[in-house]
């Protein structure tokens, strides 16, 4: 099988496009600005009031959207202003994310409200295996939860081809050309949509987390895996080959104890990864041969200053890669996530990397710009499962056809 580029491939025209787009504004508006009354909404959509009241009442139909009680006299003119607000009620979507050694699948409602979760130690490696458990996990957790399954949204680190559904190349999982929306499709006959974890963790983080609203975002990620998510212009930059985002080799100005596969030293995964201060922690004794970063984390936390030093130097490095990303694009902010503030206490260290490149170059407010994950240890299931809502927001009719089929006009 081959990774060669192929460039985008532009999804097919659908019909009733307009409609499409015109509920797809209003679900966006509702989401984002909630509770709004229609005549706000028609403010921010620029939609005649008339065109507004029977689009929102069909997608209220459909159970998209629901009517809050009315407040009265807080419209124009003192008349009652009736809210509304995305409903989180009848539809619920499915995130699954595949980790190293763990395969996390999660249940959220249309608003972003994390209702169940479950994490599945990988039993057996390899593709198909993995999906297989994926596959039962997901089934089992559904088959106990009220509420119509949208469609379920998959992420994994590595290079992923959203458009094709293929995971291109996952180093750490051995992943090659992989179709994991196909097959995950396949297995549930549920619609899918498949993302780089980097990517899913900046749509997640700009749809319901900390950074709502802001349309330039880079969401770095460091954990076992590296990389890193762009919103640009409130849009996701996937790259022309769907590439963009890996950081892997982004030079941080030490020499790691590990050559990268690249060949060099002084790349973000081999000095910062949770791989690589977990083999640092287990040389230097800190941990036992099987320890894991939380068996570190809390040997800093009981006061083992070695811990903690190796834990604030990863930390700055970490800084580091944000500074650089920050020089090269002026993002509005930067979310942080994965081992590296699964302890929060080190987000000052990361502040302090980041400062500390930025200070020759521009003066950036660091503090503000550089923040942590909004989802903490959920994250990375959590932001799979925003994969399939994005697709849902932008096109919801392709997942409740009724709407198309509801009295229009």
């Avoid at 302890?343 to 260290?349: F, G, I, T, V």
């Avoid at 994969?387 to 927001?393: C, G, K, P, S, T």
Wanted: charged fraction near 25%.
């Amino acid at each position: 099988m081959s990774t060669a580029c192929q460039g985008r491939r532009p999804r097919s025209a659908q019909p009733f496009d307009v409609r499409q787009q015109n509920y797809s504004a209003i679900l966006r508006a509702v989401m984002q600005h909630g509770p709004i009354a229609r005549s706000e909404l028609s403010g921010l959509t620029g939609m005649a009031t008339g065109t507004m009241t029977k689009l929102t009442g069909l997608l209220s139909e459909a159970g998209l959207l629901r009517e809050l009680p009315a407040e009265s006299g807080q419209g124009a003119l003192g008349r009652p202003r009736t809210p509304m607000v995305v409903d989180d009620r009848a539809h619920r979507v499915v995130g699954v994310h595949f980790g190293l050694r763990r395969t996390t699948v999660c249940l959220l409602d249309l608003r972003g409200a994390l209702l169940a979760e479950v994490r599945l130690p990988h039993r057996r490696r390899g593709f198909e295996p993995l999906v297989a458990q994926a596959v039962e996990g997901i089934q089992e957790l559904t088959s106990r939860t009220p509420g119509r399954i949208l469609g379920v949204g998959a992420s994994t680190g590595g290079w992923v081809d959203r458009e094709a559904g293929v995971v291109r190349d996952h180093r750490v999982l051995r992943w090659r050309d992989a179709p994991l929306r196909d097959a995950l499709a396949g297995g549930l006959g549920m619609p899918t949509e498949v993302d780089s974890s980097f990517r899913a963790l900046a749509m997640a983080e700009r749809w319901f987390g900390g950074a709502q609203g802001v349309d330039d975002l880079i969401g770095l990620f460091v954990g076992n895996v590296v990389g890193a998510g762009f919103m640009l212009g409130g849009r996701v930059f996937p790259g022309y080959c769907a590439a963009a985002g890996t950081v892997d080799h982004l030079s941080v100005g030490v020499t790691a104890d590990e050559v990268c596969s690249c060949g060099r030293r002084d790349c973000l995964h081999v000095a910062a990864s949770d791989l690589a201060v977990l083999a640092r922690a287990r040389k230097e004794g800190l941990i036992g041969t099987r320890g894991t970063l939380e068996r570190l984390v809390q040997a800093a936390r009981d006061g083992d200053a070695r811990a903690d030093a190796l834990l604030v130097a990863r930390a700055e490095l970490v800084g580091v890669a944000a500074g650089t990303l920050i020089d090269m694009l002026d993002p509005e902010v930067v979310v942080v996530s994965g081992g590296v503030v699964d302890a929060p206490e080190y987000l000052r260290s990361v502040q302090r990397g980041a400062r500390a490149y930025l200070r020759d170059k521009r003066p950036v407010d660091v503090d503000s710009v550089v923040r942590l994950s909004a989802f903490g240890t959920d994250g990375v299931a959590v932001s799979a499962a925003s994969v399939i809502l994005d697709r849902i927001y932008a096109a919801p009719a392709e997942f409740v056809p009724g709407l198309l089929e509801l009295r229009y006009g």
